[in-house]
């Protein structure tokens, strides 16, 4: 089994940055591609981007300015970088991982086995 576990949330005045981290422990050879989601109160639960070992990423066209996903394998670890940050990015972020044999970059929940419990981000 494979466990996530986010952290580098919190509150930051808009404009401000902040860089989420994602930690992957247990049977973390079954992990494939890799991602971050996030979900505001009331809403469905949205695609941030994905990435898969090579380093070769994929992101929502509305954050890709503003956001950049990064992983380090040898320390299992992803990252997400967030830069001028708004109120609207007011979300818990989540980080998941696909399965093994799953290699295709997406955005959509359902393609990703593994989560983490995920992190909060206030921006005010």
């Known amino acids: 089994h494979v466990q996530l576990v986010e952290s580098g949330g919190g509150s930051v005045q808009a404009g401000g940055s902040l860089r989420l981290s994602c930690v992957a422990s247990?049977?973390?050879?079954?992990?494939?591609?890799m991602g971050w989601f996030r979900q505001a109160p009331g809403l469905e639960r949205e695609g941030i981007g994905s990435?898969?070992?090579?380093?070769?990423?994929t992101y929502a066209d509305s954050l890709k300015a503003r956001f950049t996903i990064s992983r380090d394998n040898a320390k299992s670890t992803l990252y997400l970088q967030m830069n001028n940050l708004k109120p609207e990015d007011t979300a818990m972020y989540y980080c998941?991982?696909?399965?093994?044999?799953?290699?295709?970059?997406?955005?959509?929940?359902?393609?990703?086995?593994?989560w983490g419990q995920g992190t909060q981000v206030t921006v005010s």
């Open positions: 998941a991982a696909a399965d093994r044999r799953n290699w295709i970059l997406s955005l959509l929940p359902s393609q990703y086995s593994y």
């Open positions: 247990g049977a973390t050879q079954d992990i494939g591609c």
């Open positions: 990435i898969d070992s090579d380093g070769i990423t």
